[in-house]
Every structure is written in structure tokens, then in C-alpha cells.
């Protein structure tokens, strides 16, 4: 019973010696951003899962035609011998069948692969988009380190919290982005004056 008496003071005297710290931001103490707050927010969590699904589906059209492929082999080999196998041959044509569900399960994992690295480079390329955001504001509050709010943080002061800030800077900078794109097409279009 003192062991647990000894770490519930412990903790008590961690939880006064945590409010009694003042919540000012100072320039050591790490901003927080939620990065799927961010992404749903501006509708990049669908944009990727779209992205992936099309990824997987044309991996999986591939794997269908693979298979494909493997079967006919299969197929053709069991017609050319038909029932006329000899001992040998029904060999070889065992070492064909698990020749061919190997090679389907090596690509199959190959393709999860290539389905789970496209994932990560869609994570990765949203992630150093949010970073150059919130180091930005980090550089603007004198904070030298912004953190990830994820199920790992139990607790972070919400004044610390710049998810609204970062997703406000990435809005701003896709509308000045469409509105660059709209008037380099209305440049590029011809006028009708001139066409005729």
C-alpha cells in the first residue's frame, strides 16, 4: 500500500507543479497542429482516398490480368497433354500450377506494397505541405517546435493549438493559386475580336 500511496503523491505534486506553470507561449515551448483536422478541413483526406482507390484498382486490374494470364498458361498446358499424361509430365504440371500460385502470390504482395508506399507518399507530400504552414507561424510566435496532435499527446494547452491558423494559411494560399491559374487561362484564351 505505501508504493501506491508514494506514486498517487508523485503524481499529485507533477499535476500542482503543471498548473502552477505559467501558460504563456514561450519561445521554447512546441505549438500543436492536428493534421487530419487539417486535411478534412480542406478535403484532402477524400482527395487521397480517392487518389488510393484509383491506385488500388488499377493494381488490381493488373493482378485480374496476371491471373489471367497464369490460368491460360495453366490451361493450355493441361489441354496439350490431356489425359494422355504421363507421370513426368503430371509432375511438370504440378510445378507449373505452384510455379503460377507463387508468382500471383508475390505479386499480389507486390502490389499491397505499391498500394501501401503510394499511401505513404500522399501521407508525406500533405505533411510537408502542413509543415511549411506551421513552421511559418512557429518562426511568427517564436515557438521553436511544432508537434502532432495524435492519440499519442494526452494533453496539450488548446492556446498552443494552431490547426485553425494552418488551415486558414492553406485555404489563402489554394485561392491564390485558382485565382493565378483562372487569369493565366483568361490570358491564354483567345479573344474574339481577334479570331475573326
Known sequence: MFPIVRLGSILLSAVVLLA???GENTPDSPLVVDITAVAKALGRDEVMEQQLAATRDQLNR?????????????????AELAEQADEAQTQELQALALQARQTLEQTRALAQQKALAYRSSLVLAFQEEVRAEAAEIARQRGATSVMLANVATLWFDPRTDITGEVIARMR?????????KDAG???QAPDSKQAR
Request: aromatic share 0%; net charge negative.
Open 62 to 78: 493488373q493482378l485480374d490480368e496476371i491471373t489471367h494470364n497464369l490460368n491460360s498458361q495453366l490451361e493450355e498446358k493441361q
Open 20 to 22: 502552477c506553470t505559467p
Open 185 to 187: 487561362a483568361a490570358t
Open 172 to 180: 489563402a494560399a489554394a485561392d491564390r493559386s485558382d485565382r493565378t
